[in-house]
Nanobody, 112 residues
Framework: QVQLVESGGGLVQAGGSLRLSCVASGSIFMINVMGWYRRAPGKQRELVSSITSGGSENYADSVKGRFTISRGKVKSTVYLQMSGLKPEDTAVYYC??????WGQGTQVTVSS
């Protein structure tokens, strides 16, 4: 089992930037893919971005060109650099490992 802890959320004005961090612990050798998901009020959870152990990246169309996922020097850490934030990016952002283990989430609020 993998434990995940997110940080970096907060309140930002439209057009601003935030960087989310996720630190994994436990059975990290089992992680093939780490991803960021979000759930906005009244909506279903959706994939924002993911990165495989080999470095392949995937992005939702809504965030392409604005968000960048990366892994730290310690591969159990993953980041989500968010720029050009929009009010519709407001959501709770979750880190996931292999879509099996999930963090507690971090709130991102973008004001207009």
């Amino acid at each position: 089992q993998v434990q995940l802890v997110e940080s970096g959320g907060g309140l930002v004005q439209a057009g601003g930037s935030l960087r989310l961090s996720c630190v994994a612990s436990g059975s990290i050798f089992m992680i093939n893919v780490m991803g960021w998901y979000r759930r906005a009020p009244g909506k279903q959870r959706e994939l924002v971005s993911s990165i495989t152990s080999g470095g392949s990246e995937n992005y939702a169309d809504s965030v392409k060109g604005r968000f960048t996922i990366s892994r730290g020097k310690v591969k159990s850490t993953v980041y989500l650099q968010m720029s050009g934030l929009k009010p519709e990016d407001t959501a709770v952002y979750y880190c996931a490992a292999n879509r099996d283990d999930w963090g507690q989430g971090t709130q991102v609020t973008v004001s207009s």
